[in-house]
């Protein structure tokens, strides 16, 4: 009887985790995720996989290398995914020593798991790497050969994390590989996070729950994809004969600007973008009455970064061409179209879930308990 495939991820209760949960137990695998105590719930995106035969959640920590070594030793894996990390950008300039001991020295605990439990020669490791290591690029597109300069405490953590993992496929023969991702994104990107932060904008403008959306640089440049078809390039990438580093892109580019403008669109609200600099505005030109000719979009400084990347464009050919993997099976428009109407939905529904908390706490105040 052929042994069944194991995977590990690490993140499992983020964007990516939940999918590639999702992909791999559709593969066949037994999937084991890596999530940490809270008091508070966080794993809404993958609720509707717990209780699957397949499905196991284990409490452990990235920053806690004795939990990773005994549950890397009682799992077994075959495959390690490592998607944790403390993955916005902004955030890492206010907690730099936390993003660093996650994003990079966790991924050398993961390393070393598998090495004190002699796994080194049976079980694969991907290491979910980023293209803010391009940071201030020094050439357009960036593909596996072009130089890094990380501009941010979260690109120089994750940097460590590309220079560990190639250390050890080379000192100890493991094959363990990098998979250096553009932007992806989906309607389980977390709410901070600018797309969602747009698209949710959107939707609740047009639904009258907000007013205004606040935004940084209208101008940097970002390569998205869906999150959904860049999971399935991670799995690609362990299945190769010998491990390797990826870029995983779509190859196409587009500004902040041009995201907010398509999802208010999607929404029900043309937008026209006047002015520059801090002083630029989205006013809605056409849509519902009461918006036309109100301002919806407006940039404030308090979300300008103190060193800001402004022009990532991968250069997929290299998982194209060996991995057979295909980078635009999710346009861009498909993707904001995608994100917008889930939000919209999420915002109805998030209305009546809170009438009815409103509903209920009144007749509960006037004494009506049956």
């Known amino acids: 009887m052929e ?32 999530i940490r105590r809270s008091s508070v719930d966080y794993r809404e995106r993958i609720a509707h996989l717990e209780g699957k035969p397949d499905f196991h959640l284990h409490y452990a920590d990235m920053g806690d290398s004795m939990s990773l070594v005994k549950l890397v030793g009682k799992v077994q894996p075959t495959e390690i995914y490592n998607l944790a990390a403390q993955s916005h950008v902004q955030v890492s300039f206010d907690a730099p020593e936390f993003t660093a001991d996650v994003d990079a020295v966790g991924v050398l605990r993961i390393l070393e ?46 940097l460590y994390g590309y220079w560990i993992v190639k250390e050890y496929r080379e000192a100890y023969d493991m094959f363990c590989c990098s998979g250096i991702l553009f932007n ?61 580093d990826y870029v995983i892109a779509t190859g196409v580019q587009h500004s902040v600007r041009e995201f907010a403008y398509l999802a208010f669109k999607t929404a029900g609200m043309e937008l026209e973008f006047r002015g520059e600099g801090i002083n630029e505005k989205g006013v809605c030109v056409a849509g519902p009455a009461h918006l036309v000719g109100k301002t919806l979009v407006e940039v404030s400084e308090d979300f300008y970064r103190p060193t800001d990347v402004v022009n990532l464009l991968g250069d997929p050919s290299k998982a194209k061409n060996e ?24 915002v109805a529904a998030d209305h009546v879930a809170g009438v009815m908390r409103t509903n209920l706490a009144e007749y509960l105040e006037k004494g009506i308990t049956k």
């Not at 999702?22 to 995720?33: A, I, R």
């Not at 991995?323 to 999420?346: A, Y």
Request: charged share 25%.
């Open 184 to 244: 992806h994104e989906s309607e389980r990107r977390g709410e901070t996070f600018v797309t969602r932060k747009i698209t949710l904008a959107a939707a609740r403008i047009a639904q009258g729950k907000q007013e205004k959306l606040y935004l940084g640089n209208l101008s940097s440049l970002r390569d998205w994809g869906y999150a959904k078809d860049y999971v399935e390039c991670m799995w690609l990438i362990l299945q190769q004969e010998k491990p390797e």
């Open 323 to 346: 991995l057979g993997w295909n980078p635009q099976s999710t346009s861009f428009e498909q993707l904001v179209s995608i994100m917008v109407k889930h939000d919209m939905q999420k």
């Open 3 to 34: 042994k069944k495939n194991i995977a590990l991820i690490t993140g499992v209760t983020g964007q990516d985790g939940s999918y590639l949960s999702e992909f791999l137990l559709d593969k066949g695998y037994e999937v084991h995720g890596i």
């Open 113 to 158: 798991a598998v090495r004190t439990n002699h796994l080194e020669h049976s079980c694969r490791i991907y290491q979910a790497s980023t293209s803010e290591l391009y940071g201030k690029v020094e050439e357009v597109p960036q593909n596996e050969q072009t130089p890094f300069h990380p501009y941010s405490p979260y690109a120089v953590a994750k």
